[in-house]
């Protein structure tokens, strides 16, 4: 796991109670369809980390994606 995807479940935990067995789970697991569909591991894979942070960062402001 690369230090982004470190960053990005940290902070999907830190959104959700601090439950990092279910921020891991999203991260892996769950299409992103305000993004296009892609999970964020894939963002990250592809060196996209930034769009995931940026949609974190809205969705705890309170945006909606």
């Given at each position: 796991m690369t230090e982004e995807a470190n960053e990005l479940i940290g902070l999907a935990a830190k959104m959700n109670g601090g439950d990092f067995e279910r921020a891991n789970a999203w991260f892996y697991e769950t299409p992103l369809a305000?993004?296009?569909?892609?999970?964020?591991?894939?963002?990250v894979a592809n060196g996209r980390a930034d769009v995931v942070r940026r949609y974190l960062l809205n969705l705890e402001a309170g945006g909606t994606g």
């Open positions: 305000e993004l296009g569909g892609g999970r964020a591991a894939d963002y």
